[in-house]
C-alpha cells in the first residue's frame, strides 16, 4: 500500500523567512511522480511543483523548492521568502504510474506567515 | 483554458432533495475525477473516469452516482444524502497518461440538512 506522511499539523514562520514542510513516501514501485499542493482557505487545490523518480536535480518553481531525497523517501517543499498569501493548506501527494494514475494525499501542514 | 469549472460553488440540500454537481473542462484531458474532502483532511478519492468511462468507483455509496455524457463534462447527482455527505466536492481532470498533476475546480460545498 501507499501511505504519504506529513508529520507537521501546523506550522508558523515570519513574513519573508524560509520555511520547510515535510513530507515522507512509502512505495515499492520504482517509477511514481510526487507533487504538492496549496488549498486556500477558499478551497481550490493549487498545483505547486511537481518531482519525477527518475529526476536527478531538485525541480524549482520561483520561490518552490522541492527537497527530494530518494533514498530517504522524501519530498520536503521549501518555501523561500514567505508571504502573507501563503498561509494555507499544503498537501503532499504521490501519483502511481502503474495504476490509474490515482494521487494518494498526505494529511496535510497547515501554514500561518506572521507579519 | 485552462481551468476546470464546478458549479455550484454552493449547494444546501434537504435529507429527501435530488440535486447535481456539474464539473466542465476543455483542455482535452481524458480523465476525470471525483474528490471528496472533510475540513482539515485529505482529498478522498471517489470516481475516476478514463474516455468517459468509470474506471475507479471507491465503493461509494449509491446515493452519490457519478456521469460522464462527453469528454468535457463529468456530473455527480445526488439522492438520500446524509448530513454526513456535507462536504466540500472537487472535481479534477488530467491527460490520461502525464507525470503532471491534476487541475482541480474550485470546488462544490454541499451542505445537507
Known amino acids: 500500500a501507499q501511505k504519504i506522511t506529513q508529520t507537521q499539523p501546523g506550522m508558523f514562520v515570519q513574513e519573508k523567512e524560509a520555511v520547510t514542510l515535510d513530507c515522507t513516501y512509502d512505495?515499492?514501485?520504482?517509477?511514481?511522480?510526487l507533487f504538492w499542493y496549496k488549498q486556500p482557505s477558499s478551497g481550490e487545490m493549487i498545483f505547486l511543483i511537481y518531482?519525477?523518480?527518475?529526476?536527478?536535480q531538485n525541480a524549482t518553481e520561483g520561490r518552490y523548492s522541492l527537497n527530494f531525497q530518494k533514498a530517504r523517501k522524501s519530498a520536503n517543499l521549501v518555501i523561500s521568502a514567505s508571504q502573507l498569501g501563503d498561509s494555507a493548506m499544503y498537501f503532499c501527494?504521490?501519483?502511481?504510474?502503474?495504476?490509474?494514475?490515482?494521487?494518494?494525499f498526505g494529511t496535510g501542514t497547515s501554514l500561518t506567515v506572521i507579519p | 483554458d485552462t481551468e476546470v469549472t464546478q458549479t455550484p460553488k454552493h449547494l444546501v440540500m434537504g435529507m429527501t432533495n435530488k440535486k447535481s454537481l456539474k464539473c466542465e473542462q476543455h483542455?482535452?484531458?481524458?480523465?476525470m475525477y471525483w474528490y471528496k474532502q472533510k475540513a482539515k483532511k485529505p482529498p478522498e478519492l471517489m470516481f475516476v473516469?478514463?474516455?468517459?468511462?468509470?474506471?475507479i468507483n471507491e465503493s461509494v455509496p449509491s446515493r452519490f452516482s457519478p456521469e460522464c455524457p462527453n469528454s468535457s463534462l463529468l456530473n455527480l447527482h445526488l439522492h438520500a444524502l446524509q448530513p454526513e455527505d456535507s462536504a466540500l466536492y472537487l472535481c479534477?481532470?488530467?491527460?490520461?497518461?502525464?507525470?503532471?498533476?491534476?487541475?482541480f475546480g474550485s470546488g462544490t460545498r454541499l451542505t445537507v440538512v
Open positions: 479534477a481532470s488530467s491527460p490520461r497518461d502525464s507525470d503532471y498533476g491534476y487541475t
Open positions: 512505495t515499492s514501485d520504482q517509477s511514481y511522480g
Open positions: 518531482q519525477g523518480s527518475y529526476d536527478e
Open positions: 501527494a504521490m501519483r502511481r504510474r502503474t495504476t490509474g494514475n490515482q494521487f494518494y
Open positions: 483542455m482535452g484531458h481524458r480523465a
Open positions: 473516469y478514463s474516455y468517459e468511462k468509470l474506471s
